[in-house]
Every structure is written in structure tokens, then in C-alpha cells.
């Protein structure tokens, strides 16, 4: 009897399982801890729904992978049985690497290593328990395996990981502008010397996409009042590293989060892979809760601002925000609670969020045209496409804690 297995996903309907070696992975302790990391980090103090996890997307992404790789066979593309499970494999794997609340604390948790080196790390581990059994979707992972559009499929502009996430986070968001015709779009895809394109008749589709990809960035994951719940998670753990060189006591925290945030280890993370996967978004919570009661009055503000709502405001602007306004705030904040000029800091911050809807330099999305020319799409003879394509929007923002807020 055929081996099969099925799990209903809320966007797609069913996800079909067919391959012993897929589940295996699936049923993998490291694969299930993405069930305790999140998707959308904190958008759900902004979008309530949003609390699906990694473990949700790579599910999707497979799915799609799966489509895509029978489209792709129906237009007389060859793709053999081993590399449509490696190309699922990588798909599946690919987000197996992130860290609690994702990317919100990528670069603070684990400072010398981003989650996609992280996920390969853990995928050549994955490949000594399992025989071997990966090696192939390590090669189209990495980009080195012959055909190109495998890989293309996982890490491009037009890949499975991006239209599930933008279906997924829609979904759950609520925000219908960010819908993505992710079906029209496997429909047109093609492969044109080695290489993953798009179909003329498929161009509308793919403008859709872009702008959806846009309104998603400004409207959800770098919506102002996410991006204040964010800087501040990034600000508790700034400020829990800033405490643990005067007052570690001060610090109760879960052994995983600790061994990292703190850096007690020896060597790098490298050498501590497996013990990084002891580590999700319940240990950065639980030590949240813990801080918020901390004598620290500045992490106890921070740990409040998160754990209660209690934002901070956050105020976009076209312009830079000039330095007289930010040490005002800071005055203001050193006043009402005695706290220091350099503690100040963590209360009252500022930064930059940039988005660009395509970038021409990066993996292009090419179209091939019923007469066999190519073209790359911020070529095509379209106003919408052509209209500011690759110019990048960028907005400044201060963020400080309002005590009448």
C-alpha cells in the first residue's frame, strides 16, 4: 500500500504527505519546534489572527512546490522523482534555521550567523541521521545542482517561499490586499534554458503580485505599530545584555536563552547547533514575563510595554529625525523617572524602514514572450510596472515610551 498522510491547512485545504522520507523529517524534533516559532512575530498586537507559525509556512511552501513541480512537467519540463523530493525537502527546510519571533531577532539573539546559514547548518546535520538522505536538496538549496529553476523555485523573486507567505499572512492578517493569485501564478511559470520564467499572458499576474507584496511590507510587517512592538523586543534583550554585565542576578531567564543571549558558550554558535534548537519563542515570553517585574525600572518598562500593550509611540516621517527632538523626548523620560542619560536611550530610539517593490539587481523575474525573446519585467511596455519599480521607499521613525499613552 501506497504511503500517504494528509493535514488540513486552513488555506489550502489538504496537504498531501506521500513520501516516508518527507515525514520522517516532518516528524523530526527540530522540524517541530517551528510549531513554537513565529510567523509574524508580534503583528498580532496589530492583526489578532496573526499567530500561525514557521511550521505553518514551510507546509505551504512544500504544498506549492508540489504544484509547481506538476506544472512544470505538464509543459515538458524533465524533473525526476528524486529531485521533486529534494526540491521539497529544501522547501520544507528552509526556515528550519530562525530563531524565536523569526526575523525581529535575528540579529540580536545569534549575532554571527543569519537564519538561512543556520538552516544549512542544520540541514548537513539532518543529512548524517538520515543516510545521506538529504544531499540532494542541500545541492539545490545552496544554488550548485545543475538546474537552476530548482532552486529558483525556493530563493527567488518569484519563489514558493514568497507566494506562501503572502497568501499565508494575508489570510490570517485579514488584509485582502495582500492576496496573491498564487495559483495563476504556478500556471505561468515556464523554464527557458535552464531557468525559471514567466509567461507572457502571465505579466498582470505578476504586477498583482508585486504591488500585493508592497501594500503586505507597509501595511502589515512594517506597519508602524508592529514595528514599535518589534524595536522593543529588540530593545528587552539589548537592555538584558547591557544588565548582565553589572547585575546578572537581576536576570532570571530559561537555560536555552541564557546560553545564547548571554553568549556562555565556548567557540561560536557553530559548535552548538543542536543545543540552538532547545531555543523558541516560549523561552523569550516565559523570561518576559519574569523581567517585568525586574527593579530595573527601564527593562520592567519595556517587558510591560510588550507583555500588556502598552506600546510605545511611533511616529514615520519622510525626513531624518533631527537629533534636538529625540534628546527632548529622552529629557522628558530622564525627568519622570530618574533614570540615566544612557538608559534613556533604550526608552527613546530612533531608525529607518526601507522597502522596494523590485529590485532588477537581485534575482530578476524574466518573461518569455509566444516568440521566444526574453525580457525582464521592469522592461516590459507597462506604465503600472515601469512607474518607480526598483526605487526603494524609505522612511525614518522615531519610537519612545509615552507615559500619558
Not at 516528524?27 to 503583528?43: F, K
Not at 545542482?145 to 507567505?165: N, T
Not at 547591557?242 to 543571549?261: G, I, N, R
Amino acid at each position: 500500500m501506497a504511503f500517504r498522510k494528509i493535514i488540513n491547512d486552513p488555506v489550502y485545504g489538504f496537504i498531501t504527505i506521500d513520501d516516508p522520507l518527507i515525514f520522517r523529517i516532518i516528524s523530526h524534533p527540530w522540524y517541530q519546534r517551528l510549531r513554537r516559532i513565529s510567523q509574524m512575530a508580534l503583528s498580532y498586537l496589530v492583526y489578532p489572527g496573526a499567530t500561525h507559525s514557521r511550521l505553518h509556512h514551510s507546509l505551504g511552501a512544500y504544498h506549492l512546490m508540489g504544484l509547481a513541480v506538476t506544472e512544470l512537467r505538464s509543459k515538458g519540463v524533465e524533473i525526476t522523482i528524486e529531485e521533486e523530493r529534494a526540491a521539497k525537502i529544501a522547501i520544507l527546510l528552509h526556515d528550519i534555521g530562525h530563531g524565536p519571533f523569526s526575523h525581529a531577532l535575528e540579529s540580536v539573539l545569534i549575532e554571527d550567523l543569519d537564519h538561512e546559514e543556520i538552516s544549512m547548518l542544520l540541514m548537513d546535520k539532518l543529512n548524517e541521521q538520515f543516510g545521506g538522505g538529504l544531499s540532494m536538496a542541500i545541492e539545490i538549496f545552496r544554488g550548485g545542482y545543475p538546474k537552476k529553476f530548482l532552486h529558483q523555485l525556493i530563493s527567488g523573486q518569484l519563489d514558493v517561499d514568497r507566494m506562501d507567505y503572502l497568501t499565508r499572512d494575508s489570510f490570517f492578517t485579514g488584509v485582502v490586499e495582500g492576496t496573491v493569485g498564487y495559483d495563476r501564478l504556478i500556471k505561468m511559470l515556464v523554464v527557458h534554458e535552464g531557468e525559471l520564467m514567466v509567461e507572457e499572458k502571465g505579466i498582470y499576474s505578476i504586477e498583482k503580485f508585486l504591488v500585493a507584496r508592497r501594500i503586505m511590507y507597509w501595511q502589515v510587517y512594517l506597519h508602524k505599530t508592529v514595528l514599535s512592538a518589534e524595536m522593543t523586543l529588540v530593545k528587552i534583550l539589548e537592555r538584558v545584555k547591557h544588565l548582565s554585565l553589572v547585575a546578572p542576578e537581576l536576570l532570571p531567564t530559561s537555560e536555552p536563552l541564557q546560553f545564547f543571549l548571554l553568549k556562555q558558550y565556548p567557540g561560536t554558535i557553530k559548535q552548538h547547533i543542536e543545543q540552538f534548537c532547545n531555543l523558541d519563542d516560549t523561552d523569550v515570553i516565559s523570561s518576559i514575563k519574569k523581567w517585568s517585574l525586574s527593579p530595573d525600572k527601564v527593562l520592567a518598562l519595556l517587558c510591560q510595554a510588550v507583555l500588556d500593550r502598552r506600546l510605545f509611540k511611533l511616529e514615520m516621517r519622510r525626513d531624518p529625525i533631527p537629533l534636538e527632538e529625540i534628546h527632548r523626548h529622552r529629557l522628558k523620560l530622564e525627568e519622570k523617572y530618574g533614570v540615566s542619560e544612557e538608559d534613556s536611550g533604550f526608552l527613546a530610539f530612533t531608525g529607518e524602514a526601507t522597502n522596494t517593490l523590485y529590485d532588477p539587481y537581485d534575482e530578476r523575474i524574466n518573461i518569455r514572450y509566444r516568440n521566444g525573446t526574453v525580457r525582464d519585467i521592469s522592461g516590459v511596455d507597462d506604465p503600472l510596472i515601469q512607474q518607480n519599480m526598483s526605487h526603494p521607499i524609505k522612511k525614518f521613525y522615531i519610537c519612545y515610551h509615552s507615559p500619558e499613552a
